[in-house]
T-cell receptor
Framework: KAGVTQTPRYLIKTRGQQVTLSCSPI?????VSWYQQTPGQGLQFLFE???????NKGNFPGRFSGRQFSNSRSEMNVSTLELGDSALYLC????????????FGQGTRLTVV | GENVEQHPSTLSVQEGDSAVIKCTYS??????FPWYKQELGKRPQLIID?????GEKKDQRIAVTLNKTAKHFSLHITETQPEDSAVYFC???????????????FGQGTTLQVKP
């Protein structure tokens, strides 16, 4: 079966702009989580969605938001982009929660200039 | 808050030697501890996991041990091969009683280099 798909793979944006990233989980998976990966900070948890509801949120500013649709696909949005938002954004899906195996997408590489 | 410390940050071994990566977690309620391997330019992939009701788990050349009292867990790779070269991440999560979910808190990662 198809793995976790993230689009786009690469993105270049200017400071102050906003961006929307998309994640399609493995069929049947209802939990989708988002992570920010940077060389200095490792993998930082952003938020987790299940059945269109945000169940958990990490320590990121309100500029970072997300949502999940009825088909479990998820999007995350970052508004008023800053240079420090440049990172690889990974989403992961699992059957019901993050206490079961999580499968990661290839990520979206965001560069803010 | 929840925190996972991982050491060392880099590890270089000769092919055939063993490699050990250690992690310490802060939340004593954590009950699930996966290890992910991320090769250069690729997505993280689960290689082994352990739950808090088990002290050790082994899968071929890979093993994980858990010490709940000390709140630390370790990854052991024996007979290392060049293809084991990658970044390894430990993580910890717990079920939240109110929402029946968990969030993965990751360590900083260990870059393992296996020299032929």
């Amino acid at each position: 079966k198809a793995g976790v798909t993230q689009t786009p793979r690469y993105l270049i944006k200017t400071r102050g702009q906003q961006v929307t990233l998309s994640c399609s989980p493995i069929s049947g998976h209802r939990s989708v989580s988002w992570y920010q990966q940077t060389p200095g900070q490792g993998l930082q948890f952003l938020f987790e969605y299940f059945s269109e509801t945000q169940r958990n949120k990490g320590n990121f500013p309100g500029r970072f938001s997300g949502r999940q649709f009825s088909n479990s696909r998820s999007e995350m949005n970052v508004s008023t982009l800053e240079l420090g938002d440049s990172a690889l954004y990974l989403c992961a899906s699992s059957l019901r929660d993050m206490n079961t195996e999580a499968f990661f997408g290839q990520g979206t590489r965001l560069t803010v200039v | 808050g929840e925190n996972v410390e991982q050491h060392p940050s880099t590890l270089s071994v000769q092919e055939g030697d063993s490699a050990v990566i250690k992690c310490t977690y802060s939340d004593s309620a954590s009950n699930y501890f996966p290890w992910y391997k991320q090769e250069l330019g690729k997505r993280p992939q689960l290689i082994i996991d352990i739950r808090s009701n088990v002290g050790e788990k082994k899968d071929q050349r890979i093993a994980v041990t858990l010490n709940k009292t000390a709140k630390h867990f370790s990854l052991h790779i024996t007979e290392t091969q060049p293809e084991d070269s990658a970044v390894y991440f430990c993580a910890a999560s717990k079920l939240d009683g109110s929402s029946n979910t968990g969030k993965l808190i990751f360590g900083q990662g260990t870059t393992l280099q296996v020299k032929p």
